[in-house]
């Protein structure tokens, strides 16, 4: 088992550096006119571009989030083939969410073919999930958005000037891969989950070491939040109210299980997901956007925070106590702080997972058998980036003839855009070096996975025979 750092280190005094806030608000002179053209913006995964324009009198004349990303075709790959096969090529659309697609595959396979998996089986993907959500949100929070907030390109500088805080890091995230390993049987593109159960467990040896490395783990993050709760001066001071999407229970803070929850919308169950999502296309992106009731919505760290805020655990509501951080939060560049406060609540219910495990005792179990027959099923789990849907149709041989795979970023580009459309106005008395940084830090804080979204293309102006981009011919 990975090693975690000393309990000395976690006990230590956190000194953070001070620095003056960062208000936006509208400035009294503009020197223009200004342009930020960030093409291929860095620190995200995939391609993405912000365009504003500002002119002389300080008018906001373009402002544009872009999605060039080649387009992948995902949904298409997966028209005919066999329902054992599916979980494993749509573990492919993402290195970093690898198993958050496995899972709502597995759920909307399970739903279409009413296949009923036991509760040892709910209890090793929900700690799956809860291992790629840390796995991914301390790549985020360490490596993508705490190099913007010291002031530094990257994570190597603060090696030097803050070794034991970046250890602190590198040592959860290193508990966060074996965590994954110990469960899935690989950090990425997990091979031990099929349709019906696992075919390999972890062993009783293994689970207590696994719970040894999580309680060591909650170290590491007693110091991460404490670190931030010295630099929370350091994030932009912006609001913009917004309707956020995610999983909702009565009973838990949903991750893996519940109904599709809105802050402006009735709650709808996961088949109904296409009545939340209603997707669009727009001529700047190969990806799809969507919206429910309002022009936009989000999806993530932060929309799950302010629809199940009262079930985090108790270390979760404590930790986001001391960060200041309230449900009815509208400050996206927030969503780092709430991905935080969830991966201690990761920890803190994995720790009882496991714990109930150890009291049942692993059964070596076979996978639930399918019944082969024509359906239709949907999933839903809520992946680091925010709630992600999978929908299949299945014939009577078990094969899939029509998938939907609805993306969290693809959700959250047209929120991203309306956010810019807020933000450069308020930015547009500063330099085009000052407007690009916090313009880049606001996407930023969402931890799109673009290329995961690009799944269209636009194929209008085509004749009719054109527009087919599979077909399947049955033998």
């Not at 309707?243 to 809105?262: F, T």
Request: charged content about 25%.
């Amino acid at each position: 088992m990975a090693k975690t750092a000393p309990a000395k280190n976690a006990a230590k005094t956190v000194k953070a550096p001070k620095g003056p806030a960062t208000p936006i608000s509208v400035p009294d002179k503009v020197s223009g006119p200004k342009k930020v053209h960030v093409h291929y913006l860095t620190r995200v995964e995939g391609h993405g571009n912000i365009v504003v324009d500002v002119e002389a009198d300080g008018r906001v004349s373009t402002c544009r989030w872009e999605v060039p990303e080649a387009p992948r075709f995902f949904e298409a790959m997966l028209i005919g083939r066999d329902y054992k096969d599916v979980h494993h090529i749509v573990s492919r659309i993402c290195g970093i969410c690898a198993i958050g697609h496995q899972l709502a595959s597995l759920q909307a396979t399970e739903d279409a073919l009413n296949i009923n998996v036991s509760e040892q089986t709910h209890i090793l993907r929900r700690l799956a999930l809860h291992a790629e959500n840390l796995q991914s949100h301390l790549l985020h929070i360490a490596y993508l958005v705490l190099p913007d907030l010291m002031g530094v390109d990257s994570i190597l500088p603060l090696a030097a000037t803050h070794k034991d805080a970046v250890l602190q890091f590198i040592a959860a995230r290193r508990v966060s891969n074996e965590f994954s390993r110990l469960i899935c049987g690989r950090t990425t593109h997990p091979q031990r989950m099929t349709p019906g159960g696992f075919t390999m467990f972890p062993s009783t040896e293994q689970l207590q070491a696994l719970r040894g490395t999580l309680t060591g783990a909650m170290l590491n993050l007693d110091f991460a939040v404490d670190f931030f709760a010295g630099i929370m001066d350091k994030f932009p001071q912006f609001e913009r109210p917004t309707e956020y999407i995610g999983l909702v229970s009565p009973a838990e803070y949903a991750m893996y299980w519940g109904e599709i929850g809105s802050t402006k919308d009735e709650r709808r169950p996961v088949r109904q997901y296409r009545n939340m999502t209603r997707e669009y296309m727009i001529p700047t992106s190969t990806a799809k956007w969507t919206k429910n009731q309002e022009e936009s919505y989000m999806v993530g760290a932060l929309a799950r925070f302010n629809l199940n805020a009262e079930h985090l655990l108790p270390k979760a509501a404590a930790a986001a106590k001391k960060l200041g951080l309230k449900k009815g939060c509208t400050n996206p560049y927030l969503i780092t702080i709430a991905q935080l406060v969830e991966c201690v609540h990761t920890v803190e219910e994995s720790l009882q997972l496991v714990d109930e495990l150890l009291v049942r005792g692993i059964r070596d179990e076979a996978p639930a058998k399918a019944s082969i027959a024509a359906g239709r099923g949907a999933g839903a789990v809520e992946v680091p980036r925010g709630i992600l849907f999978h929908a299949y149709e299945y014939d009577e041989h078990g094969r899939i003839f029509q998938a939907d795979c609805v993306i969290p970023t693809n959700q959250n580009h047209g929120n991203i855009q309306k956010d810019l459309e807020a933000l450069a106005p308020k930015l547009s008395g500063l330099s085009e070096k000052e407007m690009e940084l916090k313009l880049s830090m606001l996407v930023r804080a969402y931890d799109p996975c673009i290329s995961c979204s690009a799944h269209c293309i636009d194929a209008r102006g085509l004749a009719e025979e054109q527009r087919s981009m599979v077909r399947f011919n049955y033998k």
